[in-house]
């Protein structure tokens, strides 16, 4: 059984910087690369940030590059999103997602595991 547990979200003022974490357990999930999403209310769930198995694998959403960086420790299990420079505009749930197939996809349909999401708010 896969887990995925989401951490570090609150509520925080524009400018302000969050770092989310998201555990894994059971299956090796080590191996596969992760992804983060975020769902604001109202609006589809979007792809945020990407991190592959290898060194240096990494993608990004034109909205949050520059501001947000994605980074795994294998040894936890755990892939963080250090958020800086938040914006109002990223206010929303935020999930962690494994795709065992493609790491950088950023179709959600693409995604086997998710977490149950964490929620940040950005107040203006």
């Known amino acids: 059984q896969v887990s995925l547990v989401e951490s570090g979200g609150g509520l925080v003022q524009a400018g302000d910087s969050l770092r989310l974490s998201c555990a894994a357990s059971?299956?090796?999930?080590?191996?596969?690369?992760r992804s983060w999403f975020r769902q604001a209310p109202g609006k589809e769930r979007e792809f945020v940030a990407a991190?592959?198995?290898?060194?240096?694998?990494?993608a990004y959403a034109d909205s949050v590059k520059g501001r947000f960086t994605i980074s795994r420790d294998n040894a936890k299990n755990t892939v963080y999103l250090q958020m800086n420079g938040l914006k109002p505009e990223d206010t929303a749930v935020y999930y962690c997602?494994?795709?065992?197939?493609?790491?950088?996809?950023?179709?959600?349909?693409?995604?086997?595991?998710w977490g149950q999401g964490t929620q940040v708010t950005v107040s203006s």
């Open positions: 991190i592959g198995w290898g060194a240096g694998l990494t």
């Open positions: 059971g299956r090796a999930l080590s191996s596969y690369g």
């Open positions: 997602a494994v795709n065992i197939r493609a790491w950088n996809s950023r179709r959600d349909q693409d995604y086997d595991y």
